[in-house]
């Protein structure tokens, strides 16, 4: 009966300490978890923060394009009309003046 209740006691106590290492394992494993989704989190956040800087950056770009293109075209325009109003030519001056006309339209 002895060596019964001993036997019973190791089983019991054998139990226990794997109940033990279990829960362990089972904390172990959670905790990774919330540290791998956190982890995830924090680059998705980071994936959204870039994509938000490049929309700047981009946006930053074409208005920087439209107004490059403004000076452009307004450069154009002056350089068209000094040339006009320089012309001797009464027929030339009045092809250029359509012309500009219709490249302003």
């Known amino acids: 009966a002895e060596q019964r209740r001993k036997t019973v006691e190791a089983k019991h106590k054998k139990q226990q300490e794997w109940d033990q290492k279990h829960h362990e394992l089972q904390l172990r494993l959670a905790k ?56 001797t030519s009464p027929k030339l001056k009045q092809v250029a003046q359509s012309l500009a006309e219709v490249q302003q339209a």
Do not use: P
Not at 42 to 60: V, W
Not at 71 to 81: F, S
């Open 32 to 87: 990774a978890a919330a540290e791998n989704e956190e982890r995830l989190e924090d680059e998705a956040r980071e994936a959204q923060e870039h994509d938000a800087n490049q929309r700047e950056e981009q946006e930053e770009i074409v208005e920087m394009h439209r107004v490059t293109n403004a000076q452009l075209a307004d450069q154009r325009g002056r350089h068209q009309a000094l040339c006009i109003s320089r012309c």
